[in-house]
């Protein structure tokens, strides 16, 4: 067996012992990225404080979403208040739980501003906004309510600049290229 086969089912085995491979495995599977970037989908589905909802949804982009949400960009550092469950704090030397029941919902305050509520609809996009809007959000800093405001303290000149696919794995859009017609 060659070593990206070997990988691949390595991958698989995890993904169907956590209990997020169903029958469709081998689909999603095909679209996975490159070996070095696999890690992060394992570490992603390991660190959601929340169940993912794969369903009907590319497993792939579901996993990087959660893992840039939850450790490469942190959203949920500033947008879950508090950001520890009772008896969960690593900072008082308890074992690290996230406060699941405010996860994303906002209201950390940073002076005179609060962190936005950013829960997920029922499609998986934060605070329901589009993949055009949430773009617009993250390159150009403006506030998805149409006031014109540049967002303070939300470091978007930072997440601005991750990928296009990044993005799309946030909101777990796939790529346009790759979405079947009809």
Request: aromatic letters at 8%; charged letters at 20%.
């Amino acid at each position: 067996m060659n070593r990206h086969v070997t990988a691949r089912v390595l991958v698989l085995a995890f993904f169907a012992a956590a209990g997020v491979a169903g029958a469709e495995s081998a689909d999603w599977m095909r679209d996975a990225p490159e070996p070095w970037e696999r890690s992060r989908l394992q570490i992603g589905y390991a660190i959601a404080p929340v169940p993912l909802d794969t369903r009907g949804k590319n497993r792939v982009l579901v996993g990087l979403g959660s893992y840039i949400v939850n450790a490469q960009s942190a959203c949920s550092d500033c947008h879950t208040h508090p950001n520890y469950a009772p008896g969960g704090d690593p900072f008082q030397g308890q074992p690290e739980v996230i406060n699941g029941n405010g996860y994303l919902a906002g209201g950390r305050q940073f002076g005179p501003f609060t962190s936005a509520n950013i829960t997920p609809d029922a499609h998986g996009r934060p605070a329901g906004l589009t993949f055009d809007q949430f773009k617009d959000v993250l390159r150009t800093g403006h506030d998805p309510d149409g006031s014109g405001r540049i967002l303070q303290v939300m470091p978007w000149p930072v997440f601005g600049k991750l990928t296009e696919r990044d993005l799309r794995a946030v909101l777990r859009i796939p790529p346009r290229c790759s979405v079947a017609p009809g």
